[in-house]
């Protein structure tokens, strides 16, 4: 990606960005009002997602800002790990949310309540489906034109949302105008649970960005396809992969011919850098020349020849 075309992909994400945190500062208010007037515990529990949602896009717009700094001498890799560790945060945050709505939604068992005004919290339901169906058709456009990974992470959080706002209709028709008891709280205790879940999987992202995790096998393997097809290479060994933030890492050992110059055998590098580039235009690629059958025995990680069959249809 050239210089000229990050400028053009970074105010569209932050465009995005700011779309999220503006429909989710405006939904806070309405729904903090139609909690209020109504009382239930399954608007609630809308409630605290939404300003969850706030916090997140907050992220998600400090993120889009991050990524778009390059590095500096102290962050030679950039910032992209500090999506992680605001996720984490985050994750604190939205499992103190679940355990009150839970706690909330346990006591309203105990002592039954009548719901007041249930056509308000249905009419700010359906306000915040509507929106949110808006904001995600904005999001998947720009998702389109610039890739950006922060804000297609946003757009399959305010996905989850139009279930949300499902079931809180769902739940105060049930209990205000088909007379359900206790359908509310139940609801309630449904929404607590969404959201332990949506932690556990944000915490499992965040904690494999901060431990390097390898990049699934199916990207790796086209990674590989990619390089392995360009003349004069003998051999991939080592091949090493990580994600930070927006931004992807990959680093492997390469064979070539232990007679080329070294010039020669540079220009094999400038090739595959460059093929590698035009496919994986958002990996940052380290590659080390090896001579033709070299293994560093002193590593006990190195891999074996991970391209042995495309090396095979070549020769």
Not at 212 to 235: C, M, N, T
Request: proline content about 3%; aromatic content about 8%; charged content about 20%.
């Amino acid at each position: 990606m050239t210089r000229d075309e990050r400028r053009r992909v970074v105010p569209l994400a932050m465009r995005a960005a700011l779309a999220s945190v503006a429909m989710a500062l405006s939904l806070l208010v309405v729904k903090g009002y139609a909690a209020w007037h109504t009382g239930s515990v399954a608007m609630l529990g809308s409630l605290a997602d939404t300003g969850l949602d706030l916090l997140a896009s907050l992220v998600t717009l400090y993120g889009v800002k991050l990524a778009a700094e390059p590095a500096d001498h102290d962050h030679r890799f950039g910032h992209g790990k500090a999506e992680a560790l605001a996720a984490l945060f985050q994750v604190v945050l939205i499992t103190a949310s679940a355990i009150g709505i839970a706690w909330r939604a346990i006591e309203r068992f105990g002592d039954p309540q009548v719901n007041e005004d249930a056509g308000l919290g249905i009419a700010v339901s359906v306000l915040a489906i509507v929106a949110t169906f808006a904001l995600l058709a904005y999001q998947r456009s720009i998702i389109r034109k610039t890739g950006s990974v922060a804000i297609l992470a946003d757009n399959v959080h305010y996905q989850s949302d139009v279930l949300l706002n499902c079931a809180v209709i769902a739940a105060l028709v049930l209990d205000q105008y088909l007379g359900v008891s206790g359908a509310d709280p139940v609801f309630g205790i449904a929404i607590a649970l969404w959201l332990a879940w949506g932690a556990f999987q944000a915490s499992s992202q965040a904690i494999d960005m901060l431990m390097d995790k390898e990049w699934p096998e199916a990207q790796r393997a086209a990674f590989i396809e990619v390089a392995a097809r360009q003349p004069g290479i003998r051999g991939i060994h080592d091949f090493r992969t990580r994600r930070s933030g927006t931004h992807d890492f990959a680093q492997f050992h390469m064979e070539v011919d232990p007679r080329l110059t070294v010039a020669a055998a540079h220009q094999i590098v400038e090739r595959v850098e460059d093929a590698l580039r035009d496919v994986f235009p958002r990996v940052e690629t380290l590659i080390h020349l090896d001579p033709e059958g070299h293994v560093d025995t002193d590593n006990p990680l190195v891999e074996a020849d991970v391209t042995p069959h495309w090396f095979g249809k070549r020769l």
